[in-house]
């Protein structure tokens, strides 16, 4: 059973930065990409960005592309994420996810397992 386990939420004023971190069991963790979501209040689950398996390819939503970063360590088992020029926007449950495949993918519906969500919280 592979989990993952998200850390690095909290509160931030706007244009801020924070760091997220994703720490996933099992030894497959480099085999598969990886992605991170987020919610907000009312809103439907939405993608952020993705790394594929071996960190070649990534992929980030308009509302954030120039601002966060994803990186991965897979001596570690561990995704990051790195924000900064936060916008209270961006103030969600963020969530980490396994991809199906290797790839970079940018549907919650290739994905197959998820954490429990941290939450990000930005202040005006």
């Known amino acids: 059973q592979v989990q993952l386990v998200e850390s690095g939420g909290g509160l931030v004023q706007a244009g801020g930065s924070l760091s997220l971190s994703c720490a996933a069991s099992?030894?497959?963790?480099?085999?598969?990409?990886m992605g991170w979501f987020r919610q907000a209040p009312g809103k439907e689950r939405e993608f952020v960005t993705a790394i594929s398996w071996d960190g070649t390819s990534t992929y980030y939503s308009d509302s954030v592309k120039g601002r966060f970063t994803i990186s991965r360590d897979n001596a570690k088992n561990t995704l990051y994420l790195q924000m900064s020029k936060l916008r209270p926007e961006d103030t969600a449950v963020y969530y980490c996810?396994?991809?199906?495949?290797?790839?970079?993918?940018?549907?919650?519906?290739?994905?197959?397992?998820w954490g429990q969500g941290t939450q990000v919280t930005v202040s005006s």
């Open positions: 996810a396994r991809s199906r495949t290797g790839a970079a993918n940018r549907h919650d519906y290739e994905y197959g397992y």
């Open positions: 099992g030894r497959t963790f480099s085999w598969y990409g």
